[in-house]
């Protein structure tokens, strides 16, 4: 089979971690593709990643572009990358899907419900792979849980609780950041700031440890009111919530809570933990990257035994899956952030061999709404059912964004 070729639509900010990713896999002798075109509006940008590729992949020119459409009509190109803001994600997926592309689309999926729907519908109309890029799950912490709960060596899942608390340091007198106003910081462009950004992440874990969420109940408050500033020092008020207060129920009966706020002073501190009938698995931190588990019965685990079972006690067939051997032929020693690598991999081998990502469309929306479900929560002062969210049924919150952007 000839080799895929792939494009960039958007060469800023994590377009570089997915660069790396595609980099290393030629490192390590995966030549199943070329990145044959970049684009950006910023054409410096473009040139970089050009000049960054042509340093590995040396048998195929990088076309540079700063119209993500011209390139796509010149280049036909079996599939794209796209890192761009999130009220484009929509517009340049569905962009490539109507011109026979395949794309892989950095979370999270969609600015609203119904611009991730809308990608989803179209890559189902057109029959093009639509993959959302999450890297948290492929690490091996979260591997490690995800079979610690389904394998029942915690017991029957009961609940959990993830923390983050962060902004130590966060002095309440100061109103102006330093910070340059970014499209990050407004509702419109953002959709709803680092908690649904960042969220999305931990929203996809919760799926793969508990299934289906039932109903949210969440509190927001945008407490900082910060303003940063302009590239010609203005300064701009922040549009998005930096905090956020939920309870989530689970269709298996899984209770739990889910807090984080960037903006609490004095003392920062961020753990996952889960409970099930029989003992528990912690992580200290925002992910369960290094899990411990402690069991009723006074059993305890480190993360380096866990590994162990779990390597152990998983066929050989899921753990190449996870863990393919011609890039981690030791999944006990793994380090840095491979979960990038594997998720544009597996994109690669979808276009290859015909068949779904890992992570779709689909799981891209039903990841994102968990986040969403916090905000319409929020904005209605009661619980919400998740399938209202999925619906569009609740979306008071996102009418604005929908309304700006046409969607």
């Known amino acids: 089979m000839s080799k895929i070729k792939l494009a960039f639509i958007g060469c800023g900010g994590m377009a570089g971690a997915h660069l790396n990713g595609y980099m290393e896999l030629k490192r390590k002798g995966i030549d199943t593709f070329d990145i044959v075109a970049v684009a950006d509006n910023v054409e410096g940008n473009a040139t970089r990643f050009a000049e960054i590729i042509s340093q590995v992949q040396t048998s195929t020119k990088v076309e540079i572009y700063t119209d993500y459409e011209k390139m796509l009509k010149e280049q036909k190109p079996d599939g794209a990358d796209i890192c761009t803001p999130h009220y484009l994600h929509h ?3 569905i962009k490539c899907f109507e011109s026979g592309v395949n794309a892989i689309v950095e979370k999270p999926l969609g600015v609203t419900m119904k611009a991730a729907r809308k990608m989803f519908e179209s890559a189902k109309e057109h029959g093009k792979i639509l993959a959302v890029a999450e890297q948290v799950r492929r690490w091996i912490g979260p591997r490690i849980v995800g079979w610690a709960i389904h394998s029942g060596l915690i017991g029957t899942p009961r609940m959990f609780s993830a923390q983050g608390f962060f ?45 289906d ?44 809570t889910w807090n984080y706020s960037h903006v609490a002073p004095g003392k920062s501190f961020a753990n996952t933990i889960y409970y099930g009938s029989k003992g528990s698995i912690y992580g200290e931190s925002n992910y369960p990257t290094s899990p411990q588990l402690n069991l009723w019965d006074g059993t305890t685990k480190d993360t380096p035994e866990l590994i162990s079972d779990f390597l152990s006690a998983v066929d050989q067939e899921t753990i190449q899956k996870y863990f393919p051997p011609e890039l981690y032929p030791d999944p006990s020693n793994l380090a840095g952030d491979y979960g990038v690598i594997l998720e544009v991999y597996d994109f690669i081998n979808a276009i290859r061999e015909g068949r779904r990502p890992e992570l779709d469309g689909q799981d891209g929306r039903i990841a994102q709404a968990i986040p969403v479900a916090f905000f319409e929560s929020s904005e209605c002062g009661q619980a919400v059912k998740m399938d209202d969210i999925l619906s569009e049924k609740v979306s008071a919150y996102q009418q604005e964004i929908n309304d700006k952007w046409g969607i």
Request: contains cysteine.
């Open 213 to 256: 969420v039932d109903t949210v109940y969440a509190n927001t408050r945008n407490f900082g009111n910060m303003k940063h500033k302009d590239a010609n020092g203005n300064p701009i008020p922040q549009t998005v919530e930096d905090t956020s207060i939920t309870s989530i129920t689970f269709k298996n009966g899984t209770i739990g």
């Open 91 to 93: 517009i340049c997926a």
């Open 167 to 211: 902004g130590a340091n966060t002095n309440p007198d100061i109103t102006v950041s330093d910070q340059q106003y970014t499209w990050r910081h407004g509702k419109l462009t953002g959709g709803a700031g680092p908690i649904f950004d960042w969220g999305v992440h931990y929203a996809d874990l919760l799926i793969y440890f508990f299934g």
